[in-house]
């Protein structure tokens, strides 16, 4: 445990970002999960609303620098590839 205040006070800081990391890591990931679990259902409209969500969400966090943006590109790029093949 930090002695000096303001290592104490960067302590504080840490947490709060990894909390917020650690929120927007599993809204990504439970939007990814739902866009494949309406892949497997076979329901192009409603693919494509999940599909929309999971880009918005992938965006968002590219944005805010939860995910690096070439990371989040190759992210939507699997997705979109996964709904496109449903389309077909």
């Not at 917020?20 to 599993?26: D, E, Q, W």
């Not at 969500?53 to 590109?73: E, M, R, S, V």
């Amino acid at each position: 445990m930090p002695n000096i205040k303001s290592a104490k006070k960067r302590v504080k800081i840490i947490q709060k970002r990894t909390a917020k990391n650690r929120l927007m890591k599993a809204k990504i990931k439970s939007d990814i999960k739902e866009f494949f679990k309406t892949i497997e259902s076979g329901n192009k409209e409603e693919a494509q609303k999940a599909l929309r969500q999971a880009i918005k969400t992938i965006d968002k966090a590219a944005k805010k620098g939860h995910l690096h943006k070439n990371n989040a590109a190759r992210k939507k790029s699997l997705l979109q590839k996964k709904f496109n093949l449903l389309a077909s």
